[in-house]
């Protein structure tokens, strides 16, 4: 599965958690900032793949990286906010960490660099 499908599914399964949480003050700020950040890191894939430079596209790609671990951040704090089964957000924290990996060997290997 490419990258742009991948956050794409991502961005689905946190629009999915978002619905299923309770709804209070808090749950609904952090609600609006999870949404905005794990959608934005397929809008940035896709913005990548229209740029007219390998810089560009590359700071597309930096931009989503950002925003995979903006996400992961809310989701760590909607889980240890006590409100949220851990259980529940366990795997959407997961296959953040992992987009986030995906993006930043992407990264590596669109500036010439090796992995470590």
């Known amino acids: 599965m490419d990258s742009k499908t991948r956050a794409f599914n991502l961005s689905l399964k946190v629009i999915n958690f978002i619905d299923k949480i ?3 003050i808090s749950t609904a700020v ?5 949404i905005r950040a794990a959608t934005s890191i397929g809008a940035n894939i896709i913005e ?3 740029s007219s430079s390998r810089k560009d596209f590359t700071n ?10 903006e ?6 704090l909607l889980r240890d906010s006590g409100k ?9 924290i997961k296959e953040t960490e992992e987009m986030a990996k995906i993006l930043a060997s992407s990264i590596l290997t669109l500036k010439g660099r090796k992995k470590f």
């Open 84 to 92: 949220i089964n851990k259980e529940l957000i366990g795997a959407l």
């Open 30 to 34: 952090l609600s609006k900032q999870l």
């Open 71 to 76: 996400t992961k951040y809310w989701l760590e």
């Open 22 to 24: 309770p709804k209070d």
């Open 60 to 69: 597309f790609f930096c931009y989503s990286l950002k925003s995979a671990n």
């Open 48 to 50: 990548a793949q229209a």
